[in-house]
Structures are given as C-alpha cells and as structure tokens.
C-alpha cells in the first residue's frame, strides 16, 4: 500500500492558556482573601485591577468575564458548604476578588495527541474536491489533566493536500450551561443502574430543577434522619447530575478557539481519547462522540452529541456492558440499532448493539483477539468503523514488546459486523524513527479517520508529543485485506 505522511506535524503548545477557578483547601480560605480584599481602598482596588488586567487581558479573550464568572463561583460554593457570604463588594473590587481566585492552566504544557477526525458541518465555500473537516485533539498539562481542542482545515482529496487553518490568537473555555432543567424521569431511569438505591428520595424534588437546585434541596433535606438512610441515593443523584449536562460554547470565536475543559466532578481530571463520528439517520446527521472522563480513581464513559459544534449534551453511557475504555460508535444503525465498538477486558475488541445511546444492556460479544506479534500485549480499536462497499473498515491498535503501539485494520461484514472477513497480518502504520521519542515513545495512536471518494484522511498522534497526518487510498486497503 501507498501511505503518505504529509509533512504536518501539530506540536504541544505550552503557550495556549486558558483560566480555570483557583481551588483552594476549605471555604475558610475564600473568606480570608475576600477580607484582604476589602480592607483596600477603592483607589488600591483600581490600582490593582488595573495591573492585572495590564499583565493578562493581552492573553486571553474579555478578561473581565473570567474574573466576574470566579467571582460567581467562589459565591456558589461559599453557599454550597453553608458559609457566609462575601460582602457586598462594589463592581470592580468583585472582579478585583475574582482576579484572586483565578489561575491561568496551559491546556497542552504535557502533551497533544490521539486526534479523531469527521467532516465540517459547514462546507459552504470549499471549492471542487475539497472538504472542509474538524479535527478533535486530546490536550494534556498540569497534573495529567486532559481536554478537548479542536483545528479545522481543508483537504483536497486529489492531490493529497492538507491546509490547517490559522490558530487563533485566544483559547477561550467552555461552560456547563448551569440552567439546564431536569426532570424527576431523566434521573429516575438512569438511578436503576446504581445499586441499592431508593427512587423514593426523588419525591422531595419539585417536577423540573437545575441541578444546583437539586443539590441545595437534597442538602436541606439531608438532615433529617430519614436522609441518612438513604445518603447513598442522594450521592448517586448528584453524581447523574454532576455528569449529564449540557455545555456552551462562544459562537463568535472560531471554532479552534473553543476548548472543551472538564465541566464535571467526574471528569475532573481529564477528558480522555474523545473519538467523533458523524452518524447519518435517515436525513439527519449529528456528530457523537465517546470519550473517558476520569475523577483521578474511577473512569466513566462519555457520550458527547452536537449538531453544529456550538452547543453540546454531555450524557453518561449506562449499562452492564459499559465498560473500560476505547467505545466507538458505528456511523449508521445497524439493522435498526446503534452499534459500538468496545473493548471491555482490556486486551480485546468487542462489539454490541443497542436500541439507546445511553443504555447499554446486551451482552458484548469478543471481536478481534490479539494474533500477530506487534498485537501480542493487547488489542484496541482507533475510531468508529468506514462503511465501503466490501464491508466495514475497522481500524484498531496492537501493544507489542515494550509497550510499542502500531495501527493495523480488519474488514467486517457490512450487514452482520459481528463476523470478521479479514485483519491485516502486518501493521498499516507503526512508528518511524523520527516518531519514537515523547511524552509516551514508541507509540502511534489514533481516534478516528475519514474517506471521500477512494481516499482516506487520518490523522495520527506521535508518541503522545505531537500529531501527524497521513492519505491513503481504500481500496487498497481492502485489497491488502483481502490479498
């Protein structure tokens, strides 16, 4: 097969910063700096806004509004552990506390790697033969902590050419829209995948609520002895809380601008290997994408829907089959259901099908199993399937001797993808000389891979220090599966 390594390589930018919320040990702590804050002057006040601003509204995109949104929180959680208030501050010595508890976090400090890949939403104004596309990226900093960026650009399916659009000057953050409303049906059903719960404790809630709301409710009511019973209950409510949401984006900054940060307690410490997929249904089109959201002890897998790549639901994947990492859904249902590439075990690659998104309770059945010796450690897959007209192209990743990563394939049937026709016996991609050195070596990785017309668009990480792009045609590929 021809592969080509186009010249692109996406490197780690420690430079690309956004603000996050200064956690500190105990609410005690917000109230002491709230009270250095207010013995300043007005004037000392001014003074000090001023120099912040002069040291950081260079560096990020209306400066004030992360100041004014801190502010906001250190009130919320203030109010969340049953503390005293801050005083009622004038405007500016609100922003002049908020600029205190506000701390800037270098998104790619660590690393950038395993990129998935789909097609634009908007492809207005790309000329014959090109295609627009999105391209997520796993970026790592302080801490191990992981979120989602995004690059945007073109491909010209004939020549092979790739074109990155500019980055922007800005990383600008995303929220978790705080007025969803819930209703009591949206936990209920999904409270029946935590054990030895009580739904009874759902009364106590009012027909719809956002989730802080929930959370306030739930700690009145926490302290009558009936809630002591059933503290469990009221945690896992939270928890469905803390990790369906809905998130919002900025839509007048370039999509490259938006990063997606942890919003929950249970992705605090990353949002790992987010893998998107546009999925066609009938005329419909959304873009889903499964990912791993860790707290620093336990994984949860993530599904993430958007239409427009503005506005995003976040919701938890439930289920007995609902396990381990590396999901990738099918771009179509199969056979009336969606169906999911996983990998639960560790080392094998499973698939199931469901008739929901969220819940999935069939059993998963074993794939692919490691055969060939750069597959012997463990099996994983890299992205959701492409259809083509001999059957569905699975990409997948095998661990050999000393943890060494390399891409290989496999080609299932296209109306039952349970049944394997063909895997390849030799890598599709492994790592050059040139790519063995970084954060992880010896390893290339990826989370997803387009095609248009014969040829396929993958972008691939570099030993989890830098990304690469590379072309390949399909039915080569078949036909290398099929040889």
Same mark, same amino acid.
């Given at each position: ?8 390589? %996406? ?8 603000? =996050?919320?200064? *956690? ?37 995109? =209306? ?12 009130? *919320? ?19 002049? %506390? ?25 492809? *207005? @104004?790309?000329? $014959? ?8 990226? =796993?970026?790592? @900093? ?38 969803? !409303? ?182 998963? !059945? ?36 000393? =943890? ?7 080609? %299932? ?10 895997? %390849?016996?030799?890598?599709?991609? $492994? ?48 036909? $290398?599966?099929?040889?």
């Amino acid at each position: 097969m021809n592969i080509n390594r186009t010249p692109i390589r %996406l490197l780690a930018n420690p430079r690309r910063v956004v603000t =996050r919320y200064l *956690s500190l040990h105990g609410a005690h702590r917000v109230r002491h700096i709230a009270d250095r804050v207010g013995h300043f002057s007005e004037a000392d006040v001014l003074t000090m806004l001023a120099d912040a601003r002069a040291l950081f509204a260079h560096r990020h995109r =209306r400066i004030d509004d992360a100041f004014r949104a801190n502010y906001e929180e250190a009130v *919320s959680r203030l109010e969340g552990e049953g503390e005293a208030s801050v005083p009622d501050f004038s405007p500016d010595r609100k922003l002049l %506390l908020g600029a205190c508890l506000t701390m800037e976090y270098s998104i790619q400090a660590a690393a950038l790697f395993n990129p998935s890949i789909v097609r634009h939403p908007d492809q *207005s @104004g790309v000329g $014959e033969g090109g295609v627009r596309f999105v391209m997520s990226l =796993r970026a790592t @900093g302080e801490s191990h902590i992981s979120s989602v960026e995004f690059r945007t650009g073109t491909w010209q399916v004939a020549t092979g050419e790739v074109d990155l659009d500019e980055i922007p000057a800005f990383a600008t953050r995303s929220g978790k829209d705080w007025a969803k !409303q819930y209703n009591k049906n949206f936990v209920k059903t999904r409270l029946a995948y935590f054990p030895q719960t009580n739904a009874v404790v759902l009364d106590v809630l009012p027909d719809t609520f956002t989730a802080r709301e929930a959370e306030q409710t739930l700690a009145d009511k926490n302290k009558t002895a009936f809630f002591d019973q059933v503290d469990h209950t009221r945690k896992a409510i939270l928890e469905i809380l803390d990790t369906n949401y809905d998130l919002l984006t900025n839509p007048d900054v370039p999509l490259a601008e938006r990063v997606i940060f942890p919003n929950a307690k249970g992705e605090s410490n990353g949002m790992e290997d987010v893998r998107f997929v546009e999925f066609r249904d009938g005329d419909e089109v959304h873009y889903y994408s499964t990912y791993t959201a860790y707290d620093g002890k336990t994984i949860k897998s993530q599904l993430m829907e958007t239409t427009d790549f503005v506005t995003f639901r976040v919701r938890t994947m439930y289920g007995k089959s609902v396990q381990d990492k590396g999901m990738a859904l099918f771009p179509e249902k199969i056979d009336g259901k969606y169906g999911m590439i996983t990998r639960q075990g560790g080392e094998y690659i499973n698939i199931q099908f469901s008739e929901s998104l969220y819940f999935w309770n069939d059993d998963y !059945q074993t794939l692919l199993k490691p055969e060939q010796p750069w597959e012997i450690v463990q099996l994983g897959n890299c992205g959701s399937p492409i259809r083509t007209d001999a059957g569905w192209l699975l990409l997948t990743h095998g661990v050999g001797p000393v =943890r060494r990563y390399t891409l290989g394939a496999a080609l %299932l049937d296209l109306n039952d993808p349970t049944q394997v026709l063909a895997r %390849l016996t030799e890598p599709l991609l $492994e790592p050059s000389e040139d790519e063995r050195e970084g954060y992880v070596p010896n390893v290339v990785y990826t989370c997803g891979w387009i095609a248009e017309g014969d040829q396929i668009l993958m972008p691939y990480a570099q030993s989890d220090s830098a990304c690469g792009i590379i072309t390949l045609s399909k039915s080569e590929l078949v036909a $290398e599966l099929l040889a």
